[in-house]
């Protein structure tokens, strides 16, 4: 039903319409409608450039039908992926996108741990990394923009190399 592949630049209008959705959904109430419309503004004006992986980056989405229902950045640094922009239609959660998600990434990946950050104050993505087998090894207070700072759990796991292709 659903597919994984990599990111390419044409998918941009669907990754930013995905991201406004996914954002409006996950922070209104966690982050509040101030810092939200700060992000949808930095989202409007910059479009996808900010999110999109750049060099030494990598970048994959989840398809059904051509519609891009999940997205996954992370980028390998000394032994560990460093893994952001992981956001699932709401629409779709709970249907199997966000573990296509992480078995690509880890797939992907040379490195031998994944690590991840999540706001503190969400509950579903904190239970749904936990059920993915990451554990809590860190908090920090996180700048997602200037004018936004969120409290964060730094969540990892081992990479499964028996699951890598």
């Known amino acids: 039903m659903y597919s994984a592949r ?12 995905l991201w406004r959705q996914t954002w409006i959904a996950t922070y209104t109430e966690s982050l509040g409608a101030d810092a939200l419309e ?37 980028a390998d640094r ?3 992926a460093y893994l952001w922009g992981m956001y699932v239609s709401p629409l779709r959660q709970r249907g199997g996108v966000g573990t296509l998600l992480l078995e690509a990434v880890s797939s992907a990946s040379n490195s031998d ?15 749904f990394y936990t059920k993915q087998g990451f554990k ?8 997602i923009m200037p004018t936004v700072h969120a409290n964060c759990l730094i969540m990892s796991r081992n990479i499964d ?5």
């Open 6 to 17: 990599p990111i390419l630049k044409k998918d941009t209008e669907n990754l930013v319409r």
């Open 38 to 74: 700060a992000m949808l503004s930095n989202l409007d004006a910059h479009g996808a450039s900010a999110l999109l992986p750049d060099n030494g980056e990598h970048g994959y989405c989840a398809v059904v039908e051509d519609e891009i229902v999940g997205s996954a950045i992370f």
């Open 78 to 80: 000394a032994g560990t």
């Open 113 to 127: 741990r994944l690590e991840i950050r999540v706001l503190s104050n969400i509950e579903p993505a904190r239970s």
């Open 136 to 143: 809590i090894t860190g908090h920090e207070e996180t700048e």
């Open 161 to 165: 190399r028996s699951q890598k292709s």
